[in-house]
């Protein structure tokens, strides 16, 4: 297959610039085994976050060609090779070094959803019952291995730094999950609305188009919650009973 | 560089270590009491460790699927597997909790497949009686950790994210905290704690062919054995006979188990179902011996039996082996595992496979280019699982040393010399919340201790030592360094062992420490995975140093242990395990140790159950 450059980012929060490094590619190549090529041959020093290297883990995402990908998962055969491959930092979070950014925003914003709340057992031995068709309903959204490529792309969070009054797609999937969880009961509507500002987002799917787990993250699970809090703050009905003090948190 | 220069942080529970054993212990330790400071140290980002890549399921008697099932027979089948090596006391507490710990799990938010009743659904798995494998299609570990995760985030537990511990502070003869570095910055952190629980995972890193991530540099294990703890079972080294072998950049990567559990059968070039050549007399009774009886145990007949492809996992490695080895193979140096043949039996096929195994199906055809449902996968034996590990008592997970506890993979006991699929993630939950709670129990019984200012300064001292070599002459840089490693013990402490091979090891380790004490580092210290593989060489060489002595002095062939030099299993040697500890002149001693004794009650249960 022959010998591919790659434009990789390399720098720190101070700033940095693209450097070209020419390396050759065999068969079934991804963009991770380049750059740890690179690393194990040009540049020891170029920092890159992975795991498992399968798909699994969600810790290699960077931006391929513009793209945000994860590194593991892009075969360069999938890619124009008659150019440099271009590989950066995800844009949404604060660069550390090279490829790496600081994604510990998104492990504080997590702290801030209600948790799992489950209705009392089912069973007298402590445990419940639930059937397939309802555990299948989340299960989509528990797939979320937490790449954070969602954020990156969310121009809310991108171009808009809205980071102190948004929790993007990635929480938003996550709170649908809990919201439509069999078994649990808390009601997470009104922190939505508020802090957590679903409002902002306005369904341009550029993060369904990324997810590296095919989540429909706007049709699935943003549009429902979207619903939900809408139903609850804004039907006149329950506006009223609310008022008079006669709402239950029934959903 | 004079007085280290480190930020302190206290804790009563020190977690090393933040994957499914990690995080049970944390969770255990801090309900111990509202008192009880934890902190976990995760060398990569929170949720990232490789319990993710478990995909088959947990293992655990609930006799959900089959009401035959019940936690004898769950310690029966345990037992068998690990050839009867197994810490008996260990199999016995894990058969009997697993339930219970699964269960709560569901409680926490855990979300696995269902039985139509409603109930938590079990799949079949290698060597397990019954389908016993509670899951969520092949991502188990991923709901597994998520879970845990996101329950421990709420206990007020302190993350360490992307921090290396590369050292344990041990005074008067105790665990007294840890130092390590932060990847971010590159500085130096000492945590000062009671009690230390290792939860590193395993080695798969000093091999070439590994499915494990550059995480597995046995770090836990080295920590022990450097404390003065004493490690045990360490020859025994699981290859998952299933990996992926194409193309070179995937080689390695597991392919689940669940695949066989689903119907999934091996063939080797001219599609002859190899598997039924060749079953062990301890498994005659239990397997099948048609391919239409394996496919009704497959469909869930009680009065079926086992399809040889999920017989234990070191004979399946062996037997694939073989037929590479016999010129059987198929083209890229491996065997067909084929799960598109079930279309011949089963109605929508094709959905139903990628229902069951999601995973599996997007991971071939976005890496391989195969689309499961229609081609085989080819696939050859990876380095999967460490067996052996720090030894720990059995009802506390506390090593040798006061103070130092170990669970999940990283100890050792439960497995003996196989471990069966499904019983790794029951083994952290199980063994994980053991640890937390002795620990915290540890740490409100005895007070802080010392810190020795010595140790740090001399950690510190170590880890800096590669910034101050000039560049390499003739040694290489540390992945070249680690490179040759992986391909040394792949060659000649793998799957076929013998002797002169691993004589020539030793060898070969030496030298390769020589060089690793040269290797030196460019850069500086922020995020540099130059100096973080230099750094990881340290404990890597320690446990291939351990597998390889262990390996030698095991003179027989046993589980996932196979000398070619000696093929048979030797009675005597059965009756022994190998404890690997640091001497008085500081090199490594093999000493044998008597297998714990089976008590009578427990060897009925084996006798009853064969």
Known sequence: ?251 | MTAASYETFEHDVLVIGAGGAGLRAAIAASAEGSGVSVGVVCKSLLGKAHTVMAEGGVAAALANVDDRDNWRVHFADTMRGGQYMNDPRMAELHAREAPDRVRELEAWGALFDRTPDGRILQRQFGGHAYPRLAHVGDRTGLEMIRTLQDHGVHRGIAFYMECTVVALLVDAGRVVGAFGYERERGRFRVFHAKAVVLATGGIGRAYRITSNSWEYTGDGQALAYEAGAELVDMEFLQFHPTGMVWPPSVRGILVTEGVRGEGGILLNKDGHRFMFDEIPPAYQQQTADSEDEGWRYVLGDKSARRPPELLTRDHVARCIVREIKAGRGSPHGGVFLDIAWIKQRLPKAAEHIRRKLPGMYHQFKELAGVDITSEPMEVGPTTHYMMGGVRVDAETQMSTVPGLFAAGECAAGLHGANRLGGNSLSDLLVFGKRAGEFAARFAQEHGAGRIPADQVEAASRNALAPFDRSPAADGGGPYQVQQDLQGMMQDLVGIVRTQTEMERALEGLAALRARAAQVPVSGNREYNPGWHTALDLAPLLTVSEAVTRSAIERTESRGAHFREDYPAKDSGLGKIRLVVKRGGDGRMQVARVPVPPVPPELQQIIEEIK
């Open chain 1, 1 to 251: 297959m022959g010998t591919v450059t790659f434009r990789i980012w390399r720098g720190d929060g101070a700033g940095g610039a693209f450097r070209d490094y020419s390396t050759p590619v065999t068969e079934g190549m991804v963009v991770l085994d380049a750059m740890h090529q690179i690393q194990a041959e040009q540049a020891p020093d170029l920092a890159v976050r992975w795991n498992c290297k399968a798909g699994r883990c969600g810790s290699c995402s960077a931006e391929v060609n513009g793209m945000p990908k994860l590194m593991c998962m892009t075969r360069l055969a999938d890619l124009p090779q008659d150019r440099p491959v271009t590989v950066e930092p995800m844009k949404a979070f604060p660069a550390i070094r090279d490829l790496v950014t600081d994604v510990s925003w998104n492990y504080r914003v997590k702290t801030t959803i209600t948790p799992f709340t489950p209705r009392p057992p089912d069973a007298p031995d402590g445990t419940w019952r639930m059937q397939q068709r309802d555990v299948d309903r989340v299960m989509e959204f528990r797939k979320c291995i937490e790449c954070f490529l969602c954020q990156d792309v969310c121009h809310v969070l991108r171009e808009h730094r809205m980071h102190d009054r948004f929790i993007g797609p990635r929480f938003l999937v996550y709170a649908a999950a809990l919201e439509m969880h069999p078994l649990d009961t808390a009601d997470r509507r009104s922190e939505l609305r508020s802090d957590q500002g679903i409002g902002y987002c306005n369904i341009t799917k550029c993060c369904t188009t990324v997810c590296p787990e095919g989540i429909t993250i706007t049709d699935n699970a943003i549009i429902p919650l979207k619903e939900r809090v809408a139903d609850d703050a804004y039907d006149p009905v329950r506006k009223l009973l609310r008022l008079l003090g006669l709402s239950r948190p029934d959903r």
